[in-house]
């Protein structure tokens, strides 16, 4: 048998020989004849060769026949020849998983068990036969090039076998991975990685089994101490995968992920920078509150420079998710010029609603709440950011990019001085055009029974926000003229049947500004502004009540002594209720303090839009949404009287000077700022929602 062996051997190299001739008189020619020749030569021995692994066989013999295997295995035209053989398959597998042999035979019979596992056939073979336990059991093995071949193996049943997977997850192969990630051969720990990232990807039980391994933090560990752009490319791509993970996440970042990342911003491999901006996406919303991020704040606003649209895009979404809620970011951003960045952004971003719309929830969150806001929304102006962002609230901009530029009007609303440049930009208009459209698809929702979401974006949502920015306008007389001009009252008043409490509050909001004017008052009264006015006296919310409260007593200016006596009384008893019985509703927010899915998202932020769909915030809109209630058809101002004549005559001494009313304004309004504060702020964008963008790209 050995000499058969031999035999097999010798010919084997002539025919190596022969082909080496032919290569050399044809360079360019690979010689169909050489490839006749290798596949004649494995026909004849294939059968021999399975013969002569199976158990039984001397270790002589099995030694010289792996041999033989394995020169035949080098070569693309036997190998398949090779593969379809399950029988000899099975006996390399046996011989690769046999303790008892030498060393060198099972690193001899792993070898060819790697050069089958090239050939689809093979890898099928392979795992028919059981062979993924043996190759998990040699990567613990001391011998380096037995772990490469198993390794190696594994890692092409993982990119070209999807079944295998999961055996591979059974027999322990994620741990496994991961306890390789100390190995000093950073080639062995590169592999390993990229293992990883291939059961994991699309996985969420494996990217668990990662962390449980601790295989987070190794991951961070290695990003930080090693600059084998192979290795950083397969790391950071499996920390991008890790990243949208919710438990991975803040062991990610607990570890140090986003300092690490930092370092990497400027790296010479485009590919590495962009894996580890996807990750440092996925986990900004994580990192609002994380420590020491001003090198990396900067960072981000330099690479919104970037010629590269992915770049720019994920650069915009975490400075978005990092000036959430964190003020100390927002001044950081805001001083390091990242208002005049974000704004070119915009101008620049044309059609892309994915850069526009974080930029824009970046924009939103530095014009709001912190010790600079005020210098951030001037800023807008003088960079011309005013007339790029009422042109985005036109098509072809989508619904999730016009809610964010409506919160962000109304924090530059804040600011007296850009109220000119909103109306000169034609901002008034548009918002409502806006409300008017969004009124109407609302009212067809109904109609139809269907549901009033467009693009992850409800149209009462756009109603609220289109109604929140022009209440701050309103308090510019000019622009009041406007609405009145564009007979905006009744449809104002129609927005205080809505059983939505911003959108209450919103409206009965710039009906007070609107009130300034007698002739609007009277609008009012005739749209039939009275009976759900004071039917909003009793809301629950604060700000509505009050709101409704200053409305009403402009409207009873000219009204009789008696009629504003009743309407006092009714007053102090729904604005002075004690605060110990009463609490905010969960869902009451600013519109601009709530995020666009930044989600979503977002999101969350963003969020978290992936793959391309946006999801709604769970704050501020309220998670339960009741339909429009229809306007009753008269009778408001009786409504109103019958209201004030079941007060008691005794309570009518107790209110008669308007100036209290003033003092419950102030009473409520400061009520209202402090559940704001306790429920979050005008930027509550992604917390508690999924990333503005969270997907295994």
Same mark, same amino acid.
């Given at each position: 048998? #050995? ?19 032919? /290569? ?35 270790? #002589? ?7 033989? @295997? ?15 053989? @399950? ?26 068990? $790697? ?30 090039? !037995? ?55 699309? +996985? ?23 600059? $084998? ?63 020491? !991020? ?20 994920? *650069? ?135 549901? *009033? ?42 927005? !205080? ?40 006296? +009793? ?5 509505? #009540?009050? $709101? ?34 009463? /609490? ?7 519109? *601009? ?22 999801? /709604?915030?769970?704050?501020? $809109? ?25 007060? /008691?005559?005794?309570? !009518? ?14 009473? #409520? ?29």
């Amino acid at each position: 048998m #050995a000499e058969a062996v031999r035999s097999r051997s010798n010919h084997s190299s002539g025919v190596e020989r022969n082909r080496s001739n032919k /290569s050399a008189g044809r360079p360019q020619d690979l010689s169909a004849s050489a490839q006749q020749d290798d596949s004649d030569v494995a026909l004849r021995m294939v059968p021999e060769l399975t013969q002569l692994l199976s158990p039984g066989s001397s270790k #002589a013999t099995v030694s010289q026949a792996l041999t033989m @295997a394995h020169q035949l295995s080098r070569t693309d035209a036997s190998r398949p020849i090779m593969c379809d053989s @399950a029988e000899l398959v099975a006996n390399l597998v046996k011989l690769a998983s046999n303790a008892e042999l030498d060393v060198d035979v099972i690193s001899q019979a792993m070898a060819v068990v $790697y050069n089958i596992s090239k050939e689809d056939q093979g890898l099928v073979h392979i795992r028919q036969c059981h062979g993924i336990t043996a190759l998990i059991r040699h990567l613990s093995s001391n011998t380096e090039t !037995l772990m490469f071949h198993s390794i190696s193996t594994l890692h092409n049943l993982l990119q070209n076998l999807e079944p295998s997977k999961a055996d591979i997850r059974l027999a322990g192969g994620v741990q496994r991975f991961v306890s390789l990630l100390h190995h000093p051969n950073v080639k062995l720990v590169c592999m390993a990685v990229d293992c990883l990232y291939l059961i994991s990807y699309s +996985h969420p039980e494996s990217k668990l089994l990662v962390l449980s391994a601790n295989g987070a933090v190794e991951i961070v560990r290695i990003l930080r101490n090693h600059t $084998y752009e192979k290795l950083l490319w397969a790391s950071s791509r499996l920390a991008k995968v890790l990243s949208v993970c919710p438990s991975n996440k803040p062991a990610l970042v607990d570890a140090g992920a986003m300092q690490v990342f930092c370092m990497h911003l400027e790296h010479k491999s485009p590919r590495v920078v962009q894996n580890i901006l996807w990750a440092m996406r996925n986990l900004s919303d994580q990192a609002t509150n994380q420590p020491g !991020l001003g090198d990396l704040l900067h960072s981000l606003i330099q690479l919104l420079s970037s010629e590269d649209p992915t770049i720019v895009t994920c *650069a915009a979404g975490i400075l978005s998710n990092l000036t959430c809620n964190n003020e100390q970011n927002k001044v950081t951003v805001c001083r390091e010029g990242g208002i005049e960045a974000l704004i070119r952004t915009c101008i620049q971003a044309g059609d892309h609603d994915d850069i526009t719309e974080p930029a824009v929830c970046a924009l939103r969150h530095l014009t709001n709440r912190h010790l600079e806001a005020e210098v951030a929304q001037n800023a807008v102006r003088y960079h011309n950011g005013i007339r790029t962002l009422v042109r985005l609230l036109d098509p072809p901009s989508k619904w999730p990019l016009i809610k964010a530029v409506l919160g962000l009007l109304r924090n530059l609303a804040l600011c007296p001085a850009n109220h000119t440049t909103v109306r000169e930009a034609g901002g008034v208009h548009r918002l409502v055009e806006l409300l008017i459209a969004a009124r109407k698809d609302i009212d067809a929702c109904i109609a139809r029974g269907t549901s *009033a979401f467009v693009d992850g974006v409800h149209m009462e949502e756009i109603v609220e926000g289109t109604t929140g920015a022009l209440h701050i306008l309103a308090r510019d007389v000019q622009n009041r003229t406007i609405l009145q001009n564009l007979q905006c009252v009744p449809l104002f008043v129609q927005l !205080l049947y809505f059983d939505v409490e911003n959108i209450q509050r919103v409206a009965s909001g710039v009906l007070y500004e609107l009130a300034q004017s007698k002739e609007a008052a009277q609008v009012m009264e005739k749209a039939g502004a009275t009976a759900p006015l004071t039917e909003l006296l +009793h809301s629950r919310n604060e700000a509505v #009540a009050t $709101y409704s409260a200053a409305v009403l007593f402009k409207l009873s200016e000219d009204k009789s002594s008696d009629y504003k006596k009743r309407l006092s009384v009714e007053l102090s008893n729904s604005l002075f209720r004690s605060e110990a019985h009463w /609490s905010a509703p969960s869902d009451v927010a600013n519109f *601009a303090d709530l995020n666009d899915g930044l989600s979503s998202v977002g999101g969350s932020v963003i969020s978290s839009r992936a793959g391309g769909s946006v999801a /709604s915030s769970g704050f501020g $809109y309220g998670a339960q949404r009741k339909p429009a209630r229809r306007m009753p058809g008269g009778g408001q101002a009786a409504i109103a009287e019958s209201a004030l004549e079941e007060i /008691s005559p005794d309570m !009518l001494e107790l209110l008669d000077d308007p100036a209290l009313v003033e003092a419950a304004m102030a009473h #409520a309004s400061g009520q209202h700022h402090h559940q704001q504060q306790q429920h979050g702020g005008d930027d509550m964008d992604n917390m508690g929602s999924s990333a503005w963008q969270d997907t295994d790209l």
